[in-house]
């Protein structure tokens, strides 16, 4: 065995017996002594072990620094930890860039998808891709499809890499979806997805997520369902989750209850995640006795958790509830801290309940206490509740006094108080505000019409009547669902489109002669 096979199991021995940053350094001093301080294979391990085993981002750099000498290797593995660190997304690029301009060492194509993960500069590193001669290596081209996809929300640059690329495999697939989805062309994305010619648990997470996220819920259930039914693909905790938001914004409980049945069945584990996700679907769909049975389950109560109780509450007019939760949450001190998303339940939940004085004290102490400034939500929620308790002045105080422009859901929240205490001086006002913001929404305008012919106004009535007709303004269809047979039928008014909406119409005909 020659002197180098000996040093080299010494050093990897070590190495394996380093608990902490003093082993290191010791192994490090070592090295330095017996004069290998710079040679690259040995300041690779002591880099490598830094980042992935002492997770000292900044240790591993000081070594880097010192190197008169650096290899490709050492740059890419600097590059990669910087480019999976949230707060040093920068520097991966930074360092790329400096590597670049010094022309040594030069780049091969393991190091691009590191610099492509968060970069903002695609185009940039593109064109070195290219002059680099590493345009046509699938590993490159399918992370420039994210990046551009990702980055620059460029899906056009996106699809062209990927129409170009020689060889595709699943995840270069998978990752063209992901664009589509992100930029909200949904279509594409799923049209793509039919074309794949092999999928895993990924590309069917990339489309029912990018369903879900564009508000989509039907077609993320039935792809869901195609997944598993059919394909008999087995889903993990990310397509779970991605269901179960759909079975909440479509109120499919039973679909929910099987899913939720489905994890238990196929061992997909009890986290915060997956609870978090049960408790919000089991609320929107109104089983809040199921919602707090697996809160209750939950061992470690996630921030995320206790908002998703208190909203489920809130959402259904318990508001006395959603206060006890939110009490309850607040003994755990610094450990759950309430956020933004807590008090928009909270106020939420005097909003529904007739809690004015809460609602403001609620509102104050967001403020004083928490540091928390008020989003557009949080004032919506007050206003309203001033609103529906026919507290006019106040909600005007609290709007003018706002430090965000008011928007329509503020706005409609006060008309709505103004209806039910047929305030019709502010609710004038109120409707042109609205106008404003939205002209072409029919809606608005209609309501404007009718208040001016209820005030007997009949002129200033037939005007915005003429109004509407000459901008061809819309107005927004009521809608209502229904899960039959695990199916969800939707219904918009004066809607024909429906397979059945004969017999559908017919039986209303009838039922409308019982009435009578």
Known sequence: ??????????????????????????????????????????????????????????YARYIFNHLHHRNIYLFTAMVSAYSY????????????????????????????????????????????????????????????????????????????????????????????INGYA???????????????????????????????QNGLFKEAISLFRHMVLVAQTKPNQVTVVCALTACGHTGMLQLGKWIHGYMYRNYLGYDSFLSN??????????????????????????????????????????????????????????????????????????????????GRFYFDMMTRVYGIEPQIEHYGCLIDTLGRAGKFKEAMEVVREMKIEPDEVVWGSLLNGCKVYGNADLAEYVIKKLIEIDP??????????????????WDEAGKVRKMLKDDNAYKTPGCSWIEVDSEVCQFYSVDKTHPKSEEIYKMLENLMLVVI
Request: glycine share 6%; proline share 3%; with cysteine.
């Open 277 to 358: 996700s049960l408790v919000d679907m089991y609320g929107k769909c109104g089983s809040l006795r199921e919602a707090q049975m697996v809160f209750d389950m939950t061992s470690t109560k996630s921030l995320t958790s206790w908002n998703s109780m208190i909203n489920c509450f809130a959402l259904h007019g318990h508001s006395e509830r959603a206060i006890y939760i939110f009490e309850e949450m607040t003994k755990h001190g610094d450990a759950v801290r309430p956020d933004e998303v807590t008090f928009v339940g909270l106020l939420n939940a005097c909003t529904h309940g007739g809690l004015v004085e809460k």
């Open 85 to 176: 660190d949230p707060g040093h997304h920068f520097s991966a690029f930074e360092l790329y860039r400096h590597m670049v301009r010094q022309e040594c060492p030069k780049p091969n194509h393991f190091i691009f998808p590191h610099v492509l993960k968060n970069c903002h500069n695609t185009k940039l590193v593109h064109t070195q891709i290219v002059k680099s001669g590493f345009s046509h290596y699938p590993v490159v081209q399918t992370a420039l499809v994210d990046s551009y996809s990702r980055c620059l929300s460029d899906i056009s640059c996106a699809r062209q890499v990927f129409d170009e690329m020689s060889e595709r495999n699943v995840v270069s697939w998978t990752a063209m």
């Open 1 to 58: 065995m020659n002197n180098f096979t000996h040093l080299n199991q010494l050093v990897l021995t070590t190495l394996s017996k380093c608990n902490n940053l003093n082993n290191l350094k010791q192994l490090q001093s070592f090295l330095t002594v017996i004069g290998h301080s710079q040679t690259q294979f040995y300041a690779f391990k002591l880099v490598r072990f830094c980042i992935l085993n002492l997770f000292n981002l900044s």
């Open 182 to 212: 992100k930029v909200g062309e949904v279509g594409n994305a799923i049209a793509l997805f039919d074309k794949m010619p092999e999928r895993d648990v990924p590309s069917w997470n990339a489309v029912i997520a990018g369903c879900t």
């Open 440 to 457: 072409r929404n029919g809606g608005y305008g209609i309501m404007l019409a009718n208040l001016y012919g209820g005030l007997g106004k």
